[in-house]
């Protein structure tokens, strides 16, 4: 079966300060990959996704993950975080037609 | 933009009554999807659909049953509501089986079983 792991619980950074939020997979094949962020009272929206290609995935707000087939992981980054960045974030694994989440990951990026 | 609604933010029930959550996409997709969310535990299945009247269990579905009867709807209900019950539950919905498109979700209805 599919998995990732966000081995973080919280993850503490300083505005301005560039962010890592790390994911491992285990998956048998490829891995189809998703990176999601949940706001405060309110539902997950997606950040990127890497399916096949290059290994520098881009994606909204000014996030960025790479993946990395021989660590197997899919760490999510900022180059400048920012105050707004506080939130919620979940690494996804696509398992057939399903997503398989990790426990999520609490960013706080303080002023 | 595609949009999910779920018909509840919040939501109070007693234990043992009939629990119906609501949720309707608006962009034609065939997959639906409920999660429900507990601290520590991340997003976790409890059905899913694919088309109108199918349905497929997840990975908790017990004490509960879904129902699809159009293609943009897709209700969860918990057949006699139990205080381990009480979580965030959220609904999503993707465009298709074979798509690797993005799951969109709705905001979640919090409900507390008392």
């Known amino acids: 079966a599919q998995s990732v792991a966000q081995p973080e619980d919280q993850v503490n950074v300083a505005e301005g300060n560039p962010l890592t939020v790390k994911c491992t997979y285990s998956?048998?094949?490829?891995?189809?990959l998703f990176w999601y962020v949940q706001y405060p009272n309110r539902g997950l929206q997606f950040l990127l996704k890497?399916?096949?290609?290059?290994?520098l995935v881009k994606g909204s707000y000014g996030f960025e993950a790479e993946f990395n087939k021989s660590q197997t992981s899919f760490h999510l980054k900022k180059p400048s975080a920012l105050v707004s960045d506080s939130a919620l974030y979940f690494c996804?694994?696509?398992?057939?037609?399903?997503?398989?989440f990790g426990t999520g990951t609490r960013l706080q990026v303080f002023p | 933009d595609v949009k999910v609604t779920q018909s509840s933010r919040y939501l109070v029930k007693r234990t043992g009554e009939k629990v119906f959550l609501e949720c309707v996409q608006d962009?034609?997709?065939?997959?639906m999807f409920w999660y429900r969310q507990d601290p520590g535990l991340g997003l976790r299945l409890i059905y899913f659909?694919?088309?109108?009247?199918?349905?497929e269990k997840g990975d908790i579905p017990e004490g509960y049953s879904v129902s699809r009867e159009k293609k943009e709807r897709f209700s969860l209900i918990l057949e006699s509501a139990s205080t381990n019950q009480t979580s965030m539950y959220l609904c999503?919905?993707?465009?298709?089986?074979?798509?690797?498109?993005?799951?969109?979700f709705g905001d979640g209805t919090r409900l507390s079983i008392l």
């Open positions: 999503a919905s993707s465009f298709s089986r074979e798509s690797n498109q993005p799951q969109h």
């Open positions: 998956v048998s094949g490829n891995p189809y």
């Open positions: 890497y399916i096949t290609g290059d290994n």
């Open positions: 996804a694994v696509r398992e057939t037609d399903k997503l398989i």
């Open positions: 962009m034609d997709h065939e997959n």
């Open positions: 659909s694919y088309d109108v009247k199918m349905k």
